[in-house]
T-cell receptor, first 112, second 113 residues
Framework: QQPVQSPQAVILREGEDAVINCSSS?????VHWYRQKHGEAPVFLMI???GGEQKGHDKISASFNEKKQQSSLYLTASQLSYSGTYFC?????????????WGLGTSLAVNP | DGGITQSPKYLFRKEGQNVTLSCEQN?????MYWYRQDPGQGLRLIYY???????QKGDIAEGYSVSREKKESFPLTVTSAQKNPTAFYLC?????FGLGELFFGEGSRLTVL
């Protein structure tokens, strides 16, 4: 039930675009996106709730396809600071509670 | 500033010793979590707590224990029963269970010698 992230790793030159995908086999309540730099805490990027809403944060945006249980993170005109590992967390209903399950991450390196 | 504080940042332990990792938040959040992170394995849930004096096992609770005596504090004890405790441990909190984003602490890196 762990979401699958693709690609596992990507290398960009500054200014290039990238898409990171997160796919689940379970019905999702929400999808979380975080970025983590080595040895640091994950930093929140955005949450998408079911309803197919697309959100944006500066040049980073994301979409959520509820029917396909997929979310995509779009990084536009990448900057050096975008380097890190991107995790998606998928929130599913678990009995009377909700459970947040994390993907294995996508490593992104932005080079000058 | 509100946030989550974890301590210590680095910890070395001899085999057979219990260690306790501290996690304190001043965000007035009800829900708190402990995750373990190993290279290539993402975040795995150890324990979580939705309210004071209540906590639940996560996916990898064996060899760990927690307490939630105060809303702002959620310490994790790594016991000698944990077979492979060397890892990066992250504490997180959230407004309520299933509500909003998680706020993470800076992490504690435990190394067993």
């Amino acid at each position: 039930q762990q979401p699958v992230q693709s690609p596992q790793a990507v290398i960009l030159r500054e200014g290039e675009d990238a898409v990171i995908n997160c796919s689940s086999s379970k019905a999702l309540y929400s999808v979380h996106w975080y970025r983590q730099k080595h040895g640091e805490a994950p930093v929140f990027l955005m949450i998408l709730l079911k309803g197919g809403e697309q959100k944006g944060h500066d040049k980073i945006s994301a979409s959520f396809n509820e029917k396909k249980q997929q979310s995509s993170l779009y990084l536009t005109a990448s900057q050096l600071s975008y380097s890190g590992t991107y995790f998606c967390g998928t929130e599913v209903n678990a009995g009377n509670n909700r459970k947040l399950i994390w993907g294995l991450g996508t490593s992104l390196a932005v080079n000058p | 500033d509100g946030g989550i504080t974890q301590s210590p940042k680095y910890l070395f332990r001899k085999e057979g010793q219990n260690v306790t990792l501290s996690c304190e938040q001043n965000l007035n959040h009800d829900a708190m979590y402990w995750y373990r992170q190993d290279p290539g394995q993402g975040l795995r849930l150890i324990y979580y707590s939705q309210i004071v004096n209540d906590f639940q096992k996560g996916d990898i609770a064996e060899g760990y224990s927690v307490s939630r005596e105060k809303k702002e504090s959620f310490p994790l004890t790594v016991t000698s029963a944990q077979k492979n405790p060397t890892a990066f441990y992250l504490c997180a909190s959230r407004q309520g269970f299933g509500l909003g984003e998680l706020f993470f602490g800076e992490g504690s890196r435990l190394t067993v010698l």
